[in-house]
């Protein structure tokens, strides 16, 4: 069964500091990663994707993330915090067979930078 | 990306009642999604909103208290039935855009409150 583990349910760094917000996963065959991020109030927004290819990928708002295989780890990095990335993220994976497109959600972090 | 509303954003709903929810997007979409975020919680996935047809329904959700429509390629509804308070939560659409294409985008949410 797919299953994806966010460890943490909130991380606080200071600002100016990098932050890490980790994911690892149980899938079928190649993964679908993703990671999306919600702000108060407001919706689900695509922060980044790792489909195949470099195991670094960059993606919004200068986060990034590093695929490991070996690990089934997919954890969310960025060299500099700002106050303004204080949300709710989430990780999510699909089978990249899986022909329902369903994504499986992590149960999500809360990221909480101080000024 | 696809640019995808829903009305109403929220609402306050009195137990027993019934409430309708609109998911439009800008362009045609293959697949569109519903899922519930109760408070505090991930996302889960209620069912996928098939063209044309009956909804495909995940564990633990039915058509009689979840109905959905799915008239064309860019609108669809979601109907929460007999309303109790446990059904308090953050109702998401999500899709996505073409055969293929790897990431999901959701919707603002609709932010329900049952008394």
């Known amino acids: 069964a797919q299953s994806v583990a966010q460890p943490e349910d909130q991380v606080n760094v200071a600002e100016g500091n990098p932050l890490t917000v980790k994911c690892t996963y149980s899938v079928s065959g190649n993964p679908y990663l993703f990671w999306y991020v919600q702000y108060p109030n407001r919706g689900l927004q695509f922060l980044l994707k790792y489909i195949t290819g470099d195991n670094l990928v960059k993606g919004s708002y200068g986060f990034e993330a590093e695929f490991n295989k070996s690990q089934t780890s997919f954890h969310l990095k960025k060299p500099s915090a700002l106050v303004s990335d204080s949300a709710l993220y989430f990780c999510?994976?699909?089978?990249?067979?899986?022909?329902?497109?369903?994504?499986?959600f992590g149960s999500g972090t809360r990221l909480l930078v101080r000024p | 990306s696809a640019v995808i509303s829903q009305k109403p954003s929220r609402d306050i709903c009195q137990r027993g009642t019934s409430l309708t929810i609109q998911c439009q997007v800008d362009?045609?979409?293959?697949?569109m999604f519903w899922y519930r975020q109760q408070p505090g919680q991930s996302l889960t996935l209620i069912a996928t909103?098939?063209?044309?047809?009956?909804?495909?329904?995940e564990s633990g959700f039915v058509i009689d208290k979840f109905p959905i429509s799915r008239p064309n390629l860019t609108f669809s509804t979601l109907t929460v039935s007999n309303m109790s308070p446990e059904d308090s939560s953050i109702y998401l659409c999500?899709?996505?855009?073409?055969?293929?294409?790897?990431?999901?985008?959701f919707g603002p949410g609709t932010r329900l409150l049952v008394l």
């Open positions: 999510a994976v699909r089978g990249g067979m899986d022909s329902s497109y369903k994504l499986i």
């Open positions: 362009s045609q979409v293959t697949m």
């Open positions: 999500s899709v996505y855009g073409r055969v293929g294409q790897e990431t999901q985008y």
């Open positions: 909103a098939n063209q044309g047809s009956e909804a495909t329904y």
